[in-house]
T-cell receptor, first 113, second 111 residues
Framework: GENVEQHPSTLSVQEGDSAVIKCTYS??????FPWYKQELGKRPQLIID?????GEKKDQRIAVTLNKTAKHFSLHITETQPEDSAVYFC????????????FGKGTTLSVSS | EADIYQTPRYLVIGTGKKITLECSQT?????MYWYQQDPGMELHLIHY???????EKGDLSSESTVSRIRTEHFPLTLESARPSHTSQYLC??????????FGPGTRLTVL
């Protein structure tokens, strides 16, 4: 079946460094790619998303890039802070926009001060 | 305030019991979803619905059922709970363009 692979599973950085999380997807019809942040004991929260007609999107310290040809997309966090520590999930739409999501297995990001 | 509500938040039950996890949303969304997630781990889609009287199976649907009689309500039923069902269950909803909002979850323990 369709799947989303996410790497790395854990990532440790120093405060102020950049962090990059990468995902690949298999469904060529996917055209919506969100990223969620989940803090311990909390619900997942959308932090940024991108659609297939855009190659890059940025929101303050967070950016996402998409390569539809290679079927991969990445999350970039610059100037990391301790409050960025959480589990991050990428996802891809099952088919075209308007359908359910397939999630990656998550990346645990730890930012030490 | 527009939000997604789940009840109960915590539930401990014995093996073989029938349980229903409630989810309601005041977001005005047409689409609703159920996920199973062990703490900090991957989210597995159980069921989803695109509107009233519409339900679809996800990847872990074989041991549960859902109904969608009202737009704002999407309950999940386990007919016979087993220890392997011990997990967190997250309800979500979305409007037309995929952005999903999650509820606070129900932590289920089956003894």
């Amino acid at each position: 079946g369709e799947n989303v692979e996410q790497h790395p599973s854990t990532l440790s950085v120093q405060e102020g460094d950049s962090a990059v999380i990468k995902c690949t997807y298999s469904d060529s019809a996917s055209n919506y790619f969100p990223w969620y942040k989940q803090e311990l004991g909390k619900r997942p929260q959308l932090i940024i998303d991108i659609r297939s007609n855009v190659g890059e999107k940025k929101d303050q310290r967070i950016a996402v890039t998409l390569n539809k040809t290679a079927k991969h997309f990445s999350l970039h966090i610059t100037e990391t802070q301790p409050e960025d520590s959480a589990v991050y999930f990428c996802a891809a739409s099952r088919g075209q926009a308007g359908t359910a999501l397939i999630f990656g297995k998550g990346t645990t990001l730890s930012v030490s001060s | 305030e527009a939000d997604i509500y789940q009840t109960p938040r915590y539930l401990v039950i014995g093996t073989g019991k029938k349980i229903t996890l409630e989810c309601s949303q005041t977001m005005g969304h047409d689409k609703m979803y159920w996920y199973q997630q062990d703490p900090g781990m991957e989210l597995h889609l159980i069921h989803y619905s695109y509107g009233v009287n519409s339900t679809e199976k996800g990847d872990l649907s074989s041991e549960s059922t859902v109904s969608r009689i009202r737009t704002e309500h999407f309950p999940l039923t386990l007919e016979s709970a087993r220890p392997s069902h011990t997990s967190q269950y997250l309800c979500a909803s979305s409007a037309r363009f995929n952005e999903q909002f999650f509820g606070p979850g129900t932590r289920l323990t089956v003894l």
